[in-house]
């Protein structure tokens, strides 16, 4: 092997290295990305989930209230259609 050509291995070699420093380089960046919006993801999700209980808990104080109300809604129409017909 000449020096020209062990100059060229070389030179390839560095280019390689070069290449394979920057593919990590934007490697590491979309990984921190990636990590970021699974960050904002789950702050999502627990905001949803949050919001969700919160539904539950008030439609079951709604239903507490409204099915009793409801109920001696059609008790009294009963008893007026009893009373009068």
Same mark, same amino acid.
């Given at each position: ?13 560095? &280019?390689?290295?070069?290449?394979? $420093?920057?593919? %990590? ?8 990305? !990636? &990590?970021?919006?699974? !960050? $904002?993801?789950?702050?999502? *999700? ?5 919001? $969700? ?17 409801? %109920?001696?809604? *059609?008790?009294? *129409? ?8």
């Amino acid at each position: 092997m000449n020096a020209d050509t062990g100059q060229e291995i070389l030179a390839t070699l560095r &280019e390689i290295r070069d290449g394979q $420093q920057e593919l %990590l380089a934007q490697l590491k960046a979309q990984r921190a990305l !990636a &990590e970021e919006q699974m !960050a $904002q993801s789950r702050a999502r *999700i627990d905001e949803s989930v949050g919001l $969700q209980r919160e539904a539950l808990r008030r439609q079951g104080t709604i239903t507490r209230i409204a099915v009793p109300a409801i %109920l001696a809604c *059609i008790v009294a *129409i009963a008893y007026l259609v009893l009373r009068y017909f």
